[in-house]
């Protein structure tokens, strides 16, 4: 009986034993059913997240400063284009070797003289003439002496014809230029006018040159002839004068860039006239865009300054007839 009681004792414990596993393993399997997958449940990894955003950003960045720098670059190439504005706004001091002579076509072209009269009455005083219309036009700031036409025949007769005055080739000498076009408008030979702004207004309505821009102050440098040391003080002036200009034109704040007009009737003193140039172009250039306006043509150039909103004149008759113009109108501004 012990013996049977003890063999269904284990086979009733086993039945349990199996029966506690079989149910654990259904537990098992139930909590793999019914568990979530972590797979998809899992946390995202912001630190990748957040190396992959940062990324993106650094390479928006390094596009958007590849745009800037390449307007940047556009906008100074522009600038360069327009008169080496990059380079003048800079610190540093460049020489540039310009080609300042007007060329042999334009060689002892007097305008000033012509308009201002000179011609005119030296025609008259030295060929005995005696125009009496012209007598009150010939109020010369030196005397013509007894002799002065022998001793300065170069000064009143044509260069080509010494024989014949200045003033009577013109036509021939200076075709279609402002010179001609001047002297026969006033009525020469039998009258003349001096500084006549209203027959030079007609002339230059038939022109079609260029003309500076309204922001633009215009310079009128005198070079050539008239660095030597006795004309110096009357033709051209130092770089005194100049930086006193330019603390001037500051105050201005309508002035946005410089043009330098000039060029050389006489093709002497090339070298000193370049040094002068070029201290002017560094000086104001430090400052704003400068442009050296070289039209090899000093009726361009008459034009170009009498066109002008802000001048600031040189020394000598040529700058005079533009300031006698620009007066005709109280909005432009003269620097003398």
Not at 165 to 180: C, D, L, V
Not at 229 to 255: M, P, V
Not at 309 to 322: E, H, I, P
Not at 323 to 329: G, I, M, N
Request: hydrophobic letters at 25%.
């Amino acid at each position: 009986m012990v013996g049977k009681l003890g063999r269904a004792n284990s086979n009733r414990n086993s039945n349990s034993n199996s029966n506690s596993n079989r149910n654990r393993r259904d537990r098992r399997n139930s909590n793999r059913i019914n568990r979530p997958n972590r797979r998809n449940t899992r946390r995202p990894n912001t630190r990748r997240i957040r190396k992959k955003t940062s990324d993106r950003r650094t390479r928006r960045n390094s596009r958007m400063n590849r745009r800037i720098d390449d307007r940047r670059n556009r906008s100074n190439r522009r600038i360069d284009r327009r008169g080496n504005g990059d380079d003048k706004l800079s610190n540093d001091n460049k020489y540039i070797k310009y080609d300042l002579f007007n060329g042999l076509k334009w060689d002892n072209y007097r305008l000033g003289d012509v308009i201002f009269g000179y011609f005119a009455c030296w025609d008259n005083i030295c060929l005995n003439k005696n125009n009496k219309k012209l007598d009150g036009l010939c109020d010369f700031d030196f005397d013509v002496y007894d002799g002065w036409c022998e001793d300065y025949k170069t000064v009143w007769t044509d260069p080509k014809d010494i024989d014949a005055s200045y003033i009577k080739n013109i036509h021939k000498n200076f075709p279609g230029s402002i010179a001609s076009k001047y002297v026969k408008a006033v009525g020469f030979p039998k009258n003349y006018k001096v500084r006549d702004t209203k027959t030079i207004k007609k002339i230059f309505d038939n022109f079609k040159y260029k003309k500076p821009d309204s922001s633009a102050l215009v310079i009128h440098l005198r070079l050539g002839d008239t660095m030597a040391k006795e004309y110096s003080d009357e033709y051209s002036f130092g770089l005194e004068y100049y930086e006193k200009l330019l603390t001037k034109i500051k105050k201005n704040k309508k002035i946005k860039k410089i043009d330098i007009i000039t060029g050389l009737h006489i093709n002497v003193y090339v070298k000193e006239s370049n040094d002068r140039l070029n201290e002017i172009v560094n000086m104001f250039g430090k400052h704003y865009p400068v442009e050296v306006i070289l039209t090899k043509n000093p009726d361009k150039d008459y034009y170009y300054m009498a066109n002008s909103r802000f001048f600031a004149r040189s020394g000598g008759g040529f700058s005079g007839l533009v300031v006698d113009y620009l007066k005709q109108d109280k909005k432009n501004k003269i620097y003398e």
